[in-house]
């Protein structure tokens, strides 16, 4: 006989108000978690396993998938009240889940960067709304759904939603509800992990770049991290950042089409290589074009060679015309150009390099107000190179 869980608030459960925190019940008369119903394709779903407790933080590995792969049907985190983690983790392990148990918020955004899971479930309230919107504002964990769960609290629920909670659901809550929600979550999921896939070649393809070029080694990283500084400085909205640092790896991604003779020319370029070159703007958006999650991220690419002046290339665009992202990678770039060595000259100090960038404002090819900014940042100090491991967004 199938075993019929459901979570229900401890209130329920116990008799004591216990704010969100819940219990998975257990019909007493089974001892099994249910079963999957075979498929139309004839390939059987993960196979159930006993029920096992998890005591504390700690990860439980569950059968492998037999869809033919060798490969577990997806990770989940766990977090929050201990009872919770325990029967809602030993469900899902019992239906070919990892299940990474967390004691906290602190100890479940640990998890979620070294383990990127498929899925985190945690109590619903302030605490799984915070746990929700520390992982929408992280690059790398934003797209990972989140499913709270607590009891008929309007209030927790509004905050659930605010918090761009994938789901919230009230007790009792189904174990069959709860596993066919993972599952087409998880589903859901691998969508969003190909179009991650495609940005993170575009990236790996930019820095092939740099391989090509032991002069520019390191550049993508550093553009990478202070771009991202610069737009956390002025306060630009978290999306607006992590654009800043894709478009810190991606800015020349359109020099992978360059031929090595102009790209690694140590001499002048001939009369008619600088047109070449600038093609790289063109180019390296035209890479970009059919990815959505590169959409603020093609302006960066097609114009940080542009100057408010309409002196720029490619379009010889002017002002407003020219975005706010792209202008700041320009300045950000035109940086790092100055503070490398390159083969027909050697590297600025920081304190030439903003000279240059004021003059370059004075001049009218960037905002005043940007490079004040930028130069700022340098004084104190907040550019310096490594800052600790650059992810990129
Ligand atoms: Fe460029």
């Given at each position: 006989m199938a075993a019929v869980y459901r979570i229900m608030s401890s209130s329920a459960a116990t008799g004591m108000p216990s704010g969100y925190a819940l219990r998975l019940l257990i019909d007493p008369h089974a001892n099994q978690v249910p079963r999957h119903r075979p498929r139309m394709d004839g390939q059987s779903r993960p196979r159930p396993v006993a029920q096992t407790t998890l005591h504390g933080a700690g990860v439980r590995s569950g059968p492998r998938?037999?869809?033919g792969g060798n490969h577990p049907a997806g990770t989940i985190v766990v977090v929050g009240d201990v009872h919770n983690r325990a029967r809602v983790g030993g469900l899902l392990h019992a239906c070919g889940y990892v299940v990474h148990a967390a004691q906290d918020q602190r100890e479940a955004l640990e998890i979620v960067r070294q383990?990127?899971?498929?899925?985190?479930?945690?109590?619903?309230?302030?605490a799984g709304a915070e746990l929700c919107a520390r992982l929408r504002d992280d690059p790398l964990a934003r797209f990972v759904p989140v499913v709270l769960i607590g009891d008929r609290n309007e209030e927790a629920r509004l905050l659930g939603?605010?918090?761009v909670a994938t789901d919230v659901l009230c007790t009792p809550v189904c174990s069959g509800e709860l596993i066919?929600?993972?599952r087409s979550l998880i589903r859901l999921k691998r969508y969003t992990d190909d179009l991650d896939s495609a940005d993170t070649i575009l990236a790996t393809l930019a820095r092939t770049i740099?391989?090509?070029d032991p002069y520019t080694a390191g550049h993508c990283d550093r553009m990478t991290q202070y771009a991202g500084i610069f737009g956390t400085h002025l306060g630009l909205a978290s999306d607006e950042v992590v654009?800043?640092?894709?478009?810190g790896v991606l800015h020349d991604l359109g020099k992978v089409a360059l031929p090595d003779a102009i790209l690694l020319k140590a001499g002048p370029l001939t009369s008619a290589e600088p047109d070449v070159m600038k093609r790289h703007t063109q180019i390296g958006e035209h890479l970009c074009q059919d990815?959505?999650?590169l959409r603020l991220v093609r302006p960066i690419i097609r114009q940080h060679h542009e100057r408010l002046d309409g002196s720029g290339y490619p379009d010889g665009i002017s002002g407003e015309d020219v975005?706010?992202?792209a202008q700041m990678v320009g300045i950000v770039d035109a940086y790092d150009a100055l503070t490398t060595v390159r083969p027909y000259r050697a590297a600025q100090g920081p304190e030439a390099a903003c000279h240059v960038l004021a003059h370059e404002a004075e001049i009218g090819w960037r905002r005043r107000d940007l490079v004040s900014e930028f130069i700022r940042l340098c004084q104190i100090g907040a550019l310096h190179y490594p800052l600790g491991p650059p992810p990129i967004g």
């Amino acid at each position: 006989m199938a075993a019929v869980y459901r979570i229900m608030s401890s209130s329920a459960a116990t008799g004591m108000p216990s704010g969100y925190a819940l219990r998975l019940l257990i019909d007493p008369h089974a001892n099994q978690v249910p079963r999957h119903r075979p498929r139309m394709d004839g390939q059987s779903r993960p196979r159930p396993v006993a029920q096992t407790t998890l005591h504390g933080a700690g990860v439980r590995s569950g059968p492998r998938s037999s869809d033919g792969g060798n490969h577990p049907a997806g990770t989940i985190v766990v977090v929050g009240d201990v009872h919770n983690r325990a029967r809602v983790g030993g469900l899902l392990h019992a239906c070919g889940y990892v299940v990474h148990a967390a004691q906290d918020q602190r100890e479940a955004l640990e998890i979620v960067r070294q383990r990127t899971p498929d899925v985190v479930i945690s109590d619903a309230g302030s605490a799984g709304a915070e746990l929700c919107a520390r992982l929408r504002d992280d690059p790398l964990a934003r797209f990972v759904p989140v499913v709270l769960i607590g009891d008929r609290n309007e209030e927790a629920r509004l905050l659930g939603i605010e918090a761009v909670a994938t789901d919230v659901l009230c007790t009792p809550v189904c174990s069959g509800e709860l596993i066919q929600k993972v599952r087409s979550l998880i589903r859901l999921k691998r969508y969003t992990d190909d179009l991650d896939s495609a940005d993170t070649i575009l990236a790996t393809l930019a820095r092939t770049i740099e391989a090509r070029d032991p002069y520019t080694a390191g550049h993508c990283d550093r553009m990478t991290q202070y771009a991202g500084i610069f737009g956390t400085h002025l306060g630009l909205a978290s999306d607006e950042v992590v654009a800043l640092r894709r478009g810190g790896v991606l800015h020349d991604l359109g020099k992978v089409a360059l031929p090595d003779a102009i790209l690694l020319k140590a001499g002048p370029l001939t009369s008619a290589e600088p047109d070449v070159m600038k093609r790289h703007t063109q180019i390296g958006e035209h890479l970009c074009q059919d990815l959505k999650t590169l959409r603020l991220v093609r302006p960066i690419i097609r114009q940080h060679h542009e100057r408010l002046d309409g002196s720029g290339y490619p379009d010889g665009i002017s002002g407003e015309d020219v975005s706010l992202l792209a202008q700041m990678v320009g300045i950000v770039d035109a940086y790092d150009a100055l503070t490398t060595v390159r083969p027909y000259r050697a590297a600025q100090g920081p304190e030439a390099a903003c000279h240059v960038l004021a003059h370059e404002a004075e001049i009218g090819w960037r905002r005043r107000d940007l490079v004040s900014e930028f130069i700022r940042l340098c004084q104190i100090g907040a550019l310096h190179y490594p800052l600790g491991p650059p992810p990129i967004g």
